[in-house]
């Protein structure tokens, strides 16, 4: 085989091997994604969220943060544009796992354990001055 035949088999092998290994991967978009705008990482066969990106619903709330086939699992929700809500875990698109629940001013209202979006497992609630209000167990949003 002479020095261009190796060359131009090279490149075509490097080429399969490149589109092989992007055949999962994202890229960057905007989308109409369940009544709203998705901005962010979309996967590309299934054209569902995936990677970081930020949905807004029409009323204004928004997620941002980490996607994975269509659900935020990580990240920050606002209830307004600009106002902070909660910042953590998510499952199903209800807080699930660690998370902050946050007053309008930004001052932390709960932080700890959350399963399908109710406060559950250790954590502390505060009032809104930031003192203590409890902090210990809690099971399905009560303690």
Known sequence: MDVMNRAIF??????????????GCSADTEMDYRDGIYRGRVH??????????????PEGKKYVGYWSEGEIVE???FVDEDVLYYEGEFAGGEKHGEGTLYWEDGTVRYEG???????HGQGTLYWEDGTVRYQGEWRDGGF
Do not use: C, D, N, Y
């Open 10 to 23: 090279f490149l075509v092998l490097i080429i399969q091997l490149v589109l092989l290994l992007s055949a």
């Open 44 to 57: 590309t066969q299934q054209e569902v969220p995936h990677g970081e990106g930020t949905w807004i619903s």
């Open 75 to 77: 990240g920050k929700l």
């Open 113 to 119: 354990g959350w399963r399908q979006g109710k406060m």
